[in-house]
């Protein structure tokens, strides 16, 4: 039981940081190309999950 927890818990990390991008940093010399390859982020994760 504690492991589904503790996996429930690390997919609901990812999925909040891929929605809300609080873990990146504003501005940067890749933002424009790390704002194209992030776009897919949240369906690398969900796939990687399925």
Known sequence: MT???F???IVVTVVC?????????P????GASR???ARGGLWQTIVFLA
């Open 3 to 5: 492991s589904v927890i």
């Open 27 to 30: 501005g940067g010399a890749a």
């Open 17 to 25: 940081l891929s929605v809300t991008k609080a873990d990146v940093l």
């Open 35 to 37: 704002e194209r390859s």
């Open 7 to 9: 996996v429930a818990a």
